[in-house]
């Protein structure tokens, strides 16, 4: 498994599917080239201070590692961005999250259906009105 590295991989993987956990979000993108999995690792500023973001970080690296490799797609990256429920939340409730997740990621994505139009999409259909009433 090798790393991201460079902000293009992080904003190109940042379009494609994703699932949330109480402890981070798991971004996954296809690549057309055979390459192996790679994964980077995020935290924003606004989740603490530098040592807070350090320790997320290497949480969410260590999850990495105890995680089976099958589970993850071939040919595809993935980016996990920490929250600062990472700090707190128990190890080995985050690992089953992950497997969750990624099994959530793995789903066929439904497409959504076409909405039928009412009478209140047509253009020139007149909005009903409180004061249009007839007096009796």
Do not use: C, W
């Not at 790393?3 to 379009?15: E, I």
């Not at 979000?25 to 296809?30: K, N, S």
Request: hydrophobic share 30%; charged share 35%; net charge positive.
């Amino acid at each position: 498994m090798d790393r991201l590295r460079q902000r293009a991989d992080f904003l190109a993987v940042a379009d494609g599917v994703r699932a949330n956990s109480p402890a981070f979000v798991v971004q996954r993108r296809e690549r057309p080239d055979q390459g192996p999995v790679r994964i980077g690792f995020t935290v924003t500023k606004k989740n603490g201070t530098a040592t807070e973001r350090n320790r997320i970080r290497r949480r969410l690296r260590e999850l990495v590692k105890r995680l089976d490799p099958l589970s993850m797609r071939p040919h595809s990256d993935y980016v996990l961005v920490g929250r600062r429920d990472a700090l707190s939340r128990d190890f080995s409730t985050m690992l089953a999250d992950l497997q969750a997740t990624l099994r959530r990621l793995d789903r066929p994505q439904a497409k959504p259906q076409p909405r039928k139009p009412s009478d209140a999409d047509k253009p020139n259909a007149p909005a009903p009105d409180a004061h249009s009433r007839k007096p009796d």
